[in-house]
Every structure is written in C-alpha cells, then in structure tokens.
C-alpha cells in the first residue's frame, strides 16, 4: 500500500485528513508545509497537497526536476478554472474538501493503478542513472556511440582511435554496467537518459505529467471552463 504525503498548514486539517486516510488502511504522512516535504523528499507515494497560493504549481515544477511523484491536490469549493490549471500543471487529480472516504478511495485506486508502472520505470531509470556515473567520460562516449554505429570497427573510424581500444573501453563499461551484451547496455543508457530521449519527449505536444486516471474528467473541465 503506498504511502500518501499530506501537506497542509493547517493542523485540524491535516489531522483529520490522516484519520480519514488511516481508516482506509492508506498509511499518512503529515507534513506542514511543501518545503518540509522536499527536505524530506520521499522516493515513492502520493502527495496530496492543500492548494493555495502557488504552492502546488512551484511544487510540481520543482518534483518535475528532482524526483517525480503524483500530486493531488484539494480545497474547499474550488473553482472550475483553478481545477483546469492545476490539472494542466501536471497536478494527477482534484478533489473536494471535506473530503470523504469513498472519494478518496476512489481517486486513490484509480491513481494507484495508473502510476504503477510510471513508478517502475521510474525505480528503472534512476538505477540506470547510478550505474551510468561510474562510467568514465570516454566509456560513456563509447556506450553512446554503441547505438548509431555498432561495431567496434564503425565505432573506432567514427572517434579516430583503434578497434583493440574500442574493445577495451567496451569490456570496461559492460563489467561496470554489469551487463553481457550490448542490447543490455543500451538499454541501461536509454533507461538512464545517456542519449537525451528525456529532452525529445518533452516536446512533444501531450503533456506527459497529465494525471492518467483524471483525463476524462480534465477534457470535461476544460470544456465547463470554455463554454
């Protein structure tokens, strides 16, 4: 069951939302403000964050550049508009305050069942990214040219050195990256980032932080907000 983060300043608030999130065997987290949960900065869960101010936009620009979780963020009675702009942010989902426990649990299993894997691939490539900082500069030179030219030979015109060096430099980083083959040592380096795909992807125009399970429920707000 993962852990979900509650982040509120205001100290009734907060301790009623963790009874409601204990009561549904969710283990919470209290945290008073969002620069005590980046101190702490857990590596997996929820975030459910009180909105106000611009605290859970900053809070998902700064998650975007560290470690990615999904937020979600509540107030009372909130207004249609604030809820599109949050969403567009890269909030995952919205929801009311008070909040009950079928709400909650509902917006909870369909979050939990959405970012399952977007939290594995996430466990991937920071694994990846370990294992690609024990790399010297030109080893990671090497592994990135392992997959536009392929052959030690290809590799070795292309940088002006030997194949035997070539060789040499391949051995290294596959023993470093623990891995048999050069299929698998790509695919640390495409986990990890080394080709900078990361960068590719943003730009495409979907955004990619969208919360999963909310989409539906975004393309309707957005519509309300429209019209």
């Given amino acids: 069951m993962s852990k979900v983060y509650v982040v509120d300043d205001d100290a009734v608030r907060r301790a009623q939302i963790c009874r409601l999130l204990?009561?549904?065997?969710?283990?919470?987290?209290?945290?008073?403000?969002?620069?005590?949960?980046?101190?702490f900065m857990p590596s997996q869960?929820?975030?459910?964050?009180?909105?106000q101010g611009e605290?859970?936009?900053?809070?998902?620009?700064?998650?975007?550049?560290?470690?990615?979780?999904?937020?979600?963020?509540?107030?009372?009675l909130p207004e249609t508009a604030r809820i599109v702009s949050a969403m567009q942010?890269?909030?995952?989902?919205?929801?009311?305050?008070?909040?009950?426990?079928?709400?909650?649990?509902r917006e909870y299993d369909k979050l939990n069942s959405a970012f399952a894997t977007k939290?594995?691939?996430?466990?991937?490539?920071?694994?990846?990214?370990?294992?690609?900082?024990?790399?010297?500069?030109?080893?990671?030179?090497?592994?990135?040219?392992m997959l536009d030219h392929g052959t030690s030979k290809a590799i070795a015109r292309h940088l002006g050195i030997?194949?035997?060096?070539?060789?040499?430099?391949?051995?290294s980083l596959m023993a470093r990256l623990e891995v048999r083959?050069?299929?698998?040592?790509?695919?640390?380096?495409?986990?990890?980032?080394?080709?900078?795909?990361?960068?590719?992807?943003s730009t495409l125009p979907d955004n990619v932080t969208l919360g999963i399970a909310c989409h539906d429920r975004y393309e309707e707000l957005v519509e309300q907000v429209s019209a």
């Fill in 89 to 105: 942010s890269g909030v995952a989902s919205y929801v009311t305050y008070p909040l009950t426990a079928v709400e909650f649990r």
């Fill in 119 to 145: 939290f594995a691939k996430q466990q991937r490539s920071t694994a990846a990214r370990k294992m690609l900082e024990t790399l010297s500069k030109r080893e990671r030179e090497i592994l990135t040219c």
């Fill in 22 to 39: 204990a009561g549904e065997n969710i283990h919470p987290e209290p945290f008073d403000s969002i620069n005590e949960l980046l101190q």
């Fill in 45 to 51: 869960g929820f975030i459910l964050v009180h909105d």
């Fill in 181 to 201: 083959t050069a299929a698998q040592a790509i695919r640390i380096a495409v986990e990890g980032d080394a080709f900078g795909l990361t960068a590719e992807v």
């Fill in 162 to 171: 030997s194949p035997r060096t070539v060789e040499a430099h391949r051995a």
């Fill in 55 to 76: 605290g859970v936009f900053e809070l998902v620009q700064r998650l975007e550049r560290g470690r990615w979780l999904p937020v979600i963020a509540y107030s009372d």
